[in-house]
């Protein structure tokens, strides 16, 4: 039982015992929101609440449920991101789209999480084919340097997991009202007849979808992806051709919209998705094209202050080793980016 640090000179016995008490209740890797409803799109929220015996964690491994599908990490600054994708057991629907396979693990890597401090790590995904009443079990890996914690304890056929010493985060199935219409439904919804202001910014240059020129550059086919709510990071996408003969570099962005705009990069290698961000921006040789898409290279806004929502746009400001500054709109599509 680790020390309690107390501030007053004295500490009543009962605020003590319950002190005690709730630390020890909340020594394990959770999740904040411990239920989940049928076949709805979450924010699964991994709480982990301390180190390893006074280590920092250095990284954090989450094996997904069969059950638990289309699954897609949240970015962590100073953290490095890999997924590790395999075959699901059965077919799951995907918006009309038949899925066998995708994210198996996450993992967060080379990170510093101080044993003084918590911290949260989110997984986007779908629960579906799952019955009400059953609880998916998530394995984590807590590493802290040379020292390994592992969270994969389940009890058997039902059992109480509060006697499990180190009891794996479990996700309980309800059933909804609305069972069978999830928050993906919402966010793939078409917005346009509806009465909305349809800007997530203000002082957009240029309207949405329109071709920016700068310099020798030709700036097109900007959008951004519909967000979940709560989901405090978004995507954006276009696409940049240098039609001069001289090259050229994407050093940055920023949106009014969102508290910092990274530039990163998915590569899939061997079955194993690795994030990272560019912090030297993106070369755009003479003559040749970059197209920032799902999947590869890609805008990641953090903090977001308002999720985006499909119709909205999205005011961003790029900035060119010899272009300069170019500002472009983007066009908030559904979540799948449709």
Request: glycine share 12%; charged share 20%.
């Amino acid at each position: 039982m680790k020390t309690i640090k107390t501030f007053g000179k004295t500490l009543g016995l009962a605020a003590l015992l319950s002190a005690t008490a709730f630390a020890g209740a909340e020594a394990h890797v959770t999740f904040l929101d411990r239920e989940a409803t049928q076949d709805s799109t979450i924010l699964a929220t991994l709480q982990v609440p301390h180190g390893c015996d006074g280590k920092a964690t250095t990284e954090v491994r989450v094996k997904l449920p069969e059950g638990f599908v289309f699954a897609k990490p949240q970015p962590k600054a100073g953290w490095e991101l890999e997924v590790i994708k395999g075959d699901y057991q059965k077919t799951y629907d995907n918006h009309g789209d038949k899925v066998n396979r995708g994210a198996i693990e996450v993992r967060w890597k080379n990170g510093n999480l101080s044993d003084d401090f918590y911290d949260t790590f989110v997984i986007q995904g779908k629960v579906s084919g799952v019955e009400a009443g059953t609880s998916l079990a998530f394995p984590v890996t807590q590493m802290c340097g040379d020292m390994v914690t592992a969270w994969d304890q389940v009890a058997k056929d039902g059992g109480d997991a509060h006697g499990l010493k180190s009891p794996a985060p479990l996700l309980k199935v309800v059933a909804g009202e609305d069972h069978g219409h999830d928050h993906d439904d919402m966010a793939g919804m078409d917005m346009s007849g509806m009465n909305m202001s349809g800007t997530a910014g203000m002082g957009a240059a240029t309207p949405a979808g329109e071709t920016v020129n700068a310099g020798d550059l030709e700036i097109s086919g900007g959008f951004a992806k519909a967000m979940l709510p709560g989901q405090p990071v978004g995507g954006g996408f276009f696409t940049v051709k240098n039609n001069g003969k001289t090259d050229d570099r994407l050093l940055s962005v920023t949106s009014p919209v969102s508290g910092e705009v990274q530039i990163h990069e998915m590569e899939t290698k061997d079955n194993v998705m690795r994030m990272r961000q560019l912090k030297d921006g993106i070369a755009i040789a003479a003559g040749e094209t970059i197209k920032l898409e799902p999947g590869n290279l890609h805008l990641m806004f953090q903090n977001v202050k308002t999720p985006f929502k499909q119709g909205d746009t999205v005011p961003v400001t790029l900035t060119f080793e010899k272009a300069g500054k170019v500002d472009l709109v983007l066009q908030v599509l559904s979540a799948q980016g449709k």
